[in-house]
């Protein structure tokens, strides 16, 4: 149970470090979770925004089964309010819920086959604030050898997310800076907690992190190296993707240049093996083994191909590779 009910008819919800205390009729701050006469309710549960078919790599997730394709659902609503969201229209608004179609958790998982698929990812919004319905639909996907997939900001609390992660496969997580002040005054949150949540997932599930690099904000190379080397104190084989952003809801700014990515790139790398650029065209995300150097995986675009990769191994000089395949 993550949420507790207060003597003065509060909602207390305890999913996030938010811990929001809601008043009767009114929602939390990620707009999805709400108190109606006292009691949680879900009005949005299983109300998705978007579902379709996507490239792993596109979530992104480079080291979990490169080259398939994976169910993608999403949903409404956000624990944090970033005024670059790249997605903002889903995250920071809601539709009518009259106008949308409810799919549970049951008849997602039976999409998963139906379309010939074996992985499902929660993405698009944040899915945390969904606890209910993906800590269920990943039930479901368990039972059925479906693999599950989180795309997430990493927000939330020590005891949900261990009765979460054991149902998880694999996480893209976001870390958008590595200062308490630009999760504060940018984000409405705060760092600590995504780092803590990283550590956890990274224990027990295949993760990789996403730092969306704005410039004037979080593009300096000490910032980056702090990401790179916290990463490494917790697993050294985590990819780091290091996105170029575009201006979007709030911010107008220009984009990031692909010679900040570059740099940046080069920086992380310091400390990271698997550091890829994000959103750009012109650089090189392909994967080459750390022991001689060769091609193991070759991108271009969501074209995939690992001839470099035999039975888990570099197929040059023997040394495994770090990849769920
Ligand atoms: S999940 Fe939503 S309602 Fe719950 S504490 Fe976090 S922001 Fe508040």
Redesign the pocket.
């Known amino acids: 149970m ?2 507790t009910l207060t003597e003065n008819h509060y909602v207390s ?8 205390k ?1 008043n009767d009729g009114d ?7 709400f108190n109606k006469s006292g009691k949680l309710d879900l009005p949005y549960y299983g109300i998705l925004s978007a579902i379709n078919i996507d490239p792993v790599e596109k979530k992104p997730l480079y080291h979990f089964f490169p080259g398939s394709l994976i169910l993608s659902a999403g949903f409404y ?1 956000c ?1 944090f309010h970033c005024p670059f969201c790249q997605n903002f229209q889903i995250s920071q608004e809601k539709p009518a819920l009259n106008s949308q179609k409810y799919v549970s958790p049951e008849n997602l998982i039976d999409l998963v086959g139906k379309n010939s698929l074996s992985s499902v990812a929660f993405t698009y919004s944040e899915p ?2 969904h ?1 209910e319905y993906i800590l269920k639909a990943s039930k479901i996907a368990r039972q059925n050898k479906i693999k599950t997939v989180l795309v997430t900001n990493g ?2 609390n020590k005891k949900p997310a261990k009765e979460l992660l054991p149902f998880i496969d694999a996480l893209n997580i976001d870390l958008k800076a590595f200062t308490e002040s630009f999760y504060s005054t940018e984000l409405g949150g705060s760092l600590r907690p995504v780092l803590d949540f990283i550590t956890e997932a990274a224990s027990s599930s295949h993760v990789e992190i996403t730092t969306l690099v704005i410039p004037g904000k979080n593009d300096s190379d000490k910032e980056i190296k702090e990401i790179a080397r916290f990463i490494a104190s917790v697993d050294s084989n985590i990819p780091l993707h290091l996105s170029a952003y575009y201006p979007s809801f709030h911010y107008t700014d220009h984009a990031t240049p692909e010679s900040t990515i570059e740099r940046l790139v080069k920086s992380a790398h310091e400390y990271l093996p698997f550091v890829y650029p994000g959103n750009t065209v012109h650089l090189d995300n392909n994967t080459y083994c750390t022991n001689c150097g060769s091609l193991l995986v070759k991108r271009q675009g969501f074209k995939i191909t690992q001839e470099g990769i035999k039975k888990g191994k570099c197929s040059n000089c023997g040394k495994e590779v770090p990849f769920k395949l």
């Open positions: 993550s949420y919800c305890l999913l996030c470090p938010k811990v929001c809601i929602c939390g701050d990620c707009g999805i979770r609503g624990s945390l604030v606890f927000y939330i």
